[in-house]
């Protein structure tokens, strides 16, 4: 038996896990430490923080972000940056979704990639406060 075609104008996009539900929880990675951030930027899609401590320069200190390009939500965190250990026991399965040194890049939701990286958010806000940038 044959499929009917369906018209184009008929055909429901697919389900597309790059929604606001992807964004804000990778957003809420991030306010879990909002007592020791300055946010910068919260808007529909685009979310950055700074520590509130100055580094000895006196200079703001980048934290994290997470920004909406399309169907692409990038993760950017700093400390992975700061502490490159942070990212030796990376599961492969995450791994896949590193862009350089410090940004995560993602196109659908997977809850058991979000657990892994609140735990690597947890560490590396853990890490900031010990060395005292929180």
């Given at each position: 038996?044959?499929?009917?075609?369906?018209?184009?104008?008929?055909?429901?996009?697919?389900?597309?896990?790059?929604?606001?539900e992807l964004f804000a929880?990778?957003?809420?990675?991030?306010l879990a430490y909002r007592?020791?951030?300055?946010?910068?930027?919260?808007?529909?899609?685009?979310?950055?923080?700074?520590?509130?401590?100055?580094?000895?320069?006196?200079?703001?200190?980048?934290?994290?972000?997470?920004?909406?390009?399309?169907?692409?939500?990038?993760?950017?965190?700093?400390?992975?940056?700061?502490?490159?250990?942070?990212?030796?026991?990376?599961?492969?399965?995450?791994?896949?979704?590193?862009?350089?040194?410090?940004?995560?890049?993602?196109?659908?939701?997977?809850?058991?990639?979000?657990?892994?990286?609140?735990?690597?958010?947890?560490?590396?806000?853990?890490?900031?406060?010990?060395?005292?940038?929180f």
């Amino acid at each position: 038996m044959k499929t009917p075609q369906v018209p184009a104008t008929q055909v429901k996009p697919a389900a597309d896990d790059t929604s606001p539900e992807l964004f804000a929880a990778m957003r809420e990675l991030f306010l879990a430490y909002r007592s020791e951030l300055s946010v910068v930027h919260d808007e529909n899609g685009r979310f950055y923080a700074n520590c509130r401590k100055l580094d000895a320069k006196r200079k703001v200190q980048f934290f994290g972000a997470v920004k909406v390009s399309g169907r692409k939500h990038s993760f950017h965190f700093m400390p992975v940056y700061d502490f490159p250990e942070l990212l030796v026991e990376l599961s492969p399965t995450l791994r896949k979704h590193m862009q350089g040194n410090s940004c995560f890049n993602f196109t659908s939701s997977d809850p058991g990639v979000l657990e892994e990286l609140q735990g690597i958010v947890e560490q590396g806000a853990s890490r900031y406060e010990a060395v005292g940038k929180f």
